[in-house]
């Protein structure tokens, strides 16, 4: 049962970076081969994000194969999404997807550290993707109906 409504995906890059001075699609900027792609390893952002990712940039989320990183415009990583922002802000690729609330913590919990980055909309984004509580499979039942009861008497049916 999912918890909570992100905000759109939006994608993020350096400041001084004026490739990405108007709002484009997604489609747009995965096409551009002289962006490069920064993803996160096995890590959906959403149907539709993924589709495009894959159609166009030839990746598949749940294959490791990173034979590719750099070449189709894209790079690979593990590290979370702080570390992301970093290898971002450090040249490491020119871009990354994430939701806009996410974008909006980091800028608030770091606003010391002056994140050299801002964002865009995306045009052609616009469903929200929602999280959930993922489980083991040796959760029963029982205790799944208790975690989705507890989840719809805090936050409601989303």
């Avoid at 990583?77 to 980091?106: C, S, V």
């Avoid at 208790?146 to 989840?151: F, L, Q, V």
Wanted: charged share 35%; glycine share 4%; hydrophobic share 30%.
């Amino acid at each position: 049962m999912p918890f909570y409504n992100d905000k759109k995906n939006i994608i993020v890059h350096r400041k001084e970076d004026n490739r990405f001075e108007e709002n484009k699609t997604l489609s747009d900027y995965l096409s551009n081969f002289d962006l490069l792609l920064l993803l996160k390893i096995k890590y959906s952002y959403g149907e539709y994000e993924d589709s495009k990712i894959s159609s166009i940039k030839k990746h598949d989320i749940n294959k490791m194969d990173d034979s590719n990183d750099g070449v189709t415009g894209f790079r690979l990583t593990y590290t979370d999404n702080l570390g992301m922002l970093k290898q971002i802000e450090n040249n490491r690729a020119d871009y990354m997807i994430m939701a806009l609330n996410e974008f909006e913590y980091f800028e608030k919990e770091y606003k010391d550290e002056k994140l050299n980055l801002t964002y865009k909309y995306l045009n052609d984004v616009n469903k929200i993707n929602q999280r959930a509580f993922l489980c083991s499979k040796k959760v029963t039942k029982l205790e799944l109906d208790k975690i989705n009861k507890s989840i719809i008497k805090v936050v409601g049916k989303l």
